[in-house]
Each structure stands twice: as structure tokens, then as C-alpha cells.
């Protein structure tokens, strides 16, 4: 059973900087797809990012120039970088895989001053 472990979230002001982590327990991370997604309050959870395990990856438009995602296939480890951040930024994050797997607790980002 593959079990992802997010963490790195927290409160921040409007134009601040988080960085989100993702600890990943199967060898299955290094030759598979893997993404971010969100999940805001009264909302359907959204894929923000994806990433080939070559490296190649892209973000969805609303976060584009902002948010960068790379991995660390040796660690096991997602990361996503959150710069720029606005309020519409807050949400629950969570990492999976592409197609998604079972979910972990994700991590709460809350963007407000």
C-alpha cells in the first residue's frame, strides 16, 4: 500500500512563499506520473501540477508563474514551491499519483492577512 505523507503547509500572507513536501513510501515513485492537487473549502478537488518522473511538468493556468513543482526521486520526495500566494490559493493540498491513488491528509495552506 502506498502512503503519501504531505507537509510543509501553514498560515502565510497574501504574497508570501511556502514550500510543500512530499514524502512517498513506494518504490513506484520513481517511474510514475506524479502531481499536486487542492481542495478548497466548499469545492471539488483540483490537479494543480504534474511531473514526469524524467522531470518534464507543467501547472495548471491559475497558478502559472507562481507555483513550481520538482521531485527527488532518490528521496522518494514531491516538493512544490508557492510563490506569489493569494487567498484563492487556500485550500488542503494533497500529492498522488497520476491516475490517483488513495489520498493522504493533504496539508493546509491558508492564505490571509
Known amino acids: 500500500q502506498v502512503q503519501f505523507v504531505e507537509s510543509g503547509g501553514g498560515l502565510v500572507q497574501p504574497g508570501g512563499s511556502l514550500t510543500l513536501s512530499c514524502a512517498v513510501s513506494?518504490?513506484?515513485?520513481?517511474?510514475?506520473?506524479m502531481g499536486w492537487y487542492r481542495q478548497a473549502p466548499g469545492k471539488q478537488r483540483e490537479s494543480v501540477a504534474t511531473?514526469?518522473?524524467?522531470?518534464?511538468?507543467q501547472v495548471t493556468n491559475s497558478v502559472k508563474g507562481r507555483f513550481t513543482i520538482s521531485r527527488d526521486n532518490a528521496k522518494r520526495t514531491l516538493y512544490l514551491q508557492m510563490n506569489s500566494l493569494v487567498p484563492e490559493d487556500t485550500a488542503v493540498y494533497y500529492c498522488?499519483?497520476?491516475?490517483?491513488?488513495?489520498w493522504g491528509q493533504g496539508t493546509q495552506v491558508t492564505v490571509s492577512s
Open positions: 498522488n499519483a497520476i491516475p490517483p491513488l488513495e
Open positions: 511531473i514526469r518522473s524524467g522531470g518534464s511538468s
Open positions: 513506494s518504490n513506484f515513485f520513481e517511474g510514475s506520473i
